[in-house]
């Protein structure tokens, strides 16, 4: 991209646009990254006073021009669009994100929209009232950037949450996003955290690395800059870590506690064989918009009334 440094009066934003949409041709949507490069850098996120501006014919400066170019290279090389700006959209949050701590993604939502529906829908006919989330107990493991974890405590205001993380990388950013919110954060193993509320917990979500190591993932992006540690589950199959978190929920689980994990689409056999075996019963899959199932719901059975 080329600044017209001849003209004082700068360069008008809607041609410096087309230019950066051109020069991120290769990326999956030229536009409408190029689009929210610019709001991040001129108009605090804002693409509505972005569209504004570009409209009314507002010129930039070449200093601005410049700034606005690198950020295009940078995301024309296939780093991050999150990375860039250092935050991601996450069920109508803004969560805070870079290198070191894997993207969230919007499947994921479907993980926390399917828990809320559960837990929503346990405590109001427990009680006839909302306040009854407030006894609720619920921890996300592996939760990365603190994505389920932040969504389900901005949704359950009142209900106890924790979260729990290993990687030092990804922590600054888990912090940044949970402490606001009041939720718990523990740094540590996953599969050996919390034990002292062993057996207390009325949900257990996770959304961890599942990927099988010859599954690559296509996209640079994820491939080059998500954690190896958030992405494959180890084995053959990537089944290893979704395997011991799947044991590790039902021991955290209290009788009648809900466990919600994500994983790969090609997984689902050998999820729900899975779930069966660790223990959990009325199995299910959630599958996404495409129909291809992304997540498996189970519950820890409630020990048999004794008979009279």
């Given at each position: 991209m080329k600044v017209n440094v001849h003209d004082p009066r700068g360069e008008e934003l809607a041609q410096v646009l087309t230019r950066a949409t051109a020069a991120l041709a290769q990326v999956p949507s030229p536009r409408v990254d190029a689009e929210l490069l610019a709001a991040h850098l001129l108009y605090a996120g804002s693409r509505s006073r972005l569209h504004h501006a570009a409209l009314m014919g507002e010129r930039l400066t070449p200093d601005q021009v410049a700034e606005y170019e690198a950020l295009v290279a940078r995301r024309a090389s296939r780093e991050p669009l999150q990375h860039i700006t250092g935050s991601a959209p996450f069920y109508r949050l803004e969560l805070s994100v870079g290198p070191g701590v894997f993207v969230p993604r919007p499947e994921t939502e479907l993980l926390v929209e399917e828990a809320l529906k559960v837990l929503n829908a346990r405590t109001k006919s427990a009680s006839g009232t909302e306040s009854a989330t407030g006894a609720l107990r619920i921890v996300d493991l592996c939760t990365g950037s603190?994505?389920?974890?932040?969504?389900?405590?901005?949704?359950?205001?009142?209900?106890?949450?924790?979260?729990?993380?290993?990687?030092?990388?990804?922590?600054?950013?888990?912090?940044?996003?949970?402490e606001p919110l009041g939720v718990h954060l523990v740094q540590g193993d996953a599969l050996t955290a919390l034990p002292e509320l062993t057996g207390t917990f009325d949900a257990v979500l996770s959304n961890p690395p599942y990927i099988p190591p010859a599954n690559v993932p296509a996209d640079p992006e994820a491939a080059l800059h998500d954690p190896d540690m958030a992405l494959y589950g180890g084995g053959e199959d990537g089944m290893q870590m979704p395997s011991a978190i799947a044991a590790r929920a039902f021991e955290l689980l209290a009788p009648g506690g809900l466990f919600i994990m994500e994983h790969d689409?090609?997984?689902?056999?050998?999820?729900?064989?899975?779930?069966?075996?660790?223990?959990?019963?009325?199995?299910?899959?959630?599958?996404?918009?495409?129909?291809?199932?992304?997540?498996?719901?189970?519950?820890?059975?409630?020990?048999?009334?004794?008979?009279?």
């Open positions: 603190g994505a389920i974890a932040a969504a389900i405590k901005s949704e359950l205001p009142n209900a106890q949450v924790f979260a729990v993380e290993l990687s030092e990388e990804a922590i600054p950013y888990t912090r940044k996003n949970l689409d090609t997984q689902e056999e050998a999820v729900a064989k899975l779930l069966a075996r660790v223990g959990f019963e009325r199995c299910y899959p959630v599958r996404d918009l495409n129909n291809r199932p992304r997540h498996s719901v189970g519950y820890k059975p409630r020990p048999l009334e004794p008979l009279d």
